[in-house]
């Protein structure tokens, strides 16, 4: 099975940086997905990492370690439309399911 | 159309009744997954089909819930007998593979759908 822990809540200032940390612990791992998930709405997809390092993508960037069982999303120069859930999810090796963790709430503030 | 659709959106249901939940996946789309979402929680997988083939059904929380692709491409979610407990957003996903690369993994989601018992 796979167990992934993130903060509950975080929150930041608008034009500041945020990381979200999220650790997981799995059998049988192929990569790492951040979604991001506004109320009411469905997951839209942020970013995917299979090798280690940091993959950049905008003001978004992601990382892993898969010796570490360790990602972080990091968002550069926030945006009041930054607010929301997000969900780091483990994709499993075989089917490709998603294993999700229960989701960050980022608030942030003017 | 462009993205995955689910109909309902909103589903009320009195306890004890039999629901039916829609997903059309992206044109393609080989992979379709059906996720239910507690609120405050993250998605939680029930099941997996890969065209018409329902490969991993693990996640489905009892046998009165049951799930459907027919002809690999719509697929539909049944709840009998609903119980408080199966109040939920239940979310479909579809993705254009089955492994390999990050393009072919990304998992698009519908909007999900609702679902309240009274």
């Known amino acids: 099975g796979q167990n992934i822990d993130q903060p509950t809540e975080m929150t930041a200032t608008e034009g500041a940086i945020v990381q979200i940390n999220c650790t997981y612990q799995?059998?049988?791992?192929?990569?790492l997905f951040w979604y991001q998930q506004h109320a009411g709405e469905a997951p839209t997809f942020l970013s995917y990492?299979?090798?280690?390092g940091l993959e950049e993508k905008g003001r978004f960037s992601s990382f892993l370690s898969r010796s570490k069982g360790y990602s972080y999303l990091l968002l550069k120069e926030l945006q009041m439309k930054d607010s929301a859930s997000y969900l780091c999810a483990a994709q499993n090796s075989g089917y490709s399911t998603l294993t999700f963790g229960k989701g960050t709430m980022l608030l942030v503030s003017p | 159309g462009a993205g995955v659709s689910q109909s309902p959106r909103y589903k009320v249901a009195k306890r004890g009744q039999d629901v039916a939940l829609r997903c059309d996946p992206i044109?393609?789309?080989?992979?379709l997954f059906w996720y239910q979402q507690a609120l405050g929680q993250g998605p939680e997988f029930l099941t997996y089909f890969q065209n018409e083939a329902q490969l991993d059904k693990s996640g489905l929380p009892s046998d009165r819930f049951f799930a459907e692709r027919p002809e690999g491409s719509v697929s539909t979610l049944k709840i009998q007998r609903t119980q408080q407990e199966d109040s939920a957003v239940y979310l479909c996903?579809?993705?254009?593979?089955?492994?390999?690369?990050?393009?072919?993994?990304?998992?698009?989601f519908g909007p999900g759908t609702r679902l309240t018992v009274l």
């Open positions: 996903a579809s993705s254009a593979g089955t492994s390999g690369r990050a393009s072919y993994n990304e998992q698009f």
């Open positions: 044109s393609g789309h080989v992979s």
């Open positions: 990492n299979v090798l280690d």
């Open positions: 799995t059998s049988g791992f192929n990569g």
